[in-house]
Nanobody
């Protein structure tokens, strides 16, 4: 069992930056493949970035070059550094942990990009 708690969301102006954090409880954090997803109003949830348990990363085309995902296994935390934010990045951002058929989600954190 893994519990995930996201933090770091908020209101930011276009061009600004935010860093999201996802803290995991439970053991064996290092075996999980971690991901950040987002869901905007009226849209389906989409993958933003992922990092595997061997640190392979993957990004949605829309965020490549602007967002960076990383993990600290010692702190059981995964991060999403978001730079050059755009209004279309506005969404609820969710953390996901997946391994061996098990799939866990956090409660989400709101990111709003607006002037």
């Amino acid at each position: 069992q893994v519990q995930l708690v996201e933090s770091g969301g908020g209101l930011v102006q276009p061009g600004g930056s935010l860093r999201l954090s996802c803290a995991a409880s439970g053991s064996s954090f290092r075996i999980y493949n971690m991901g950040w997803y987002r869901q905007a109003p009226g849209k389906q949830r989409e993958l933003v970035a992922s990092i595997s348990n061997i640190d392979t990363t993957n990004y949605a085309t829309s965020v490549k070059g602007r967002f960076t995902i990383s993990r600290d296994n010692g702190k059981r935390t995964v991060y999403l550094q978001m730079n050059s934010l755009k209004p279309e990045d506005t969404a609820v951002y969710y953390c996901n942990a997946a391994y061996g058929g098990y799939d866990y989600w956090g409660q989400g954190t709101q990111v709003t990009v607006s002037s």
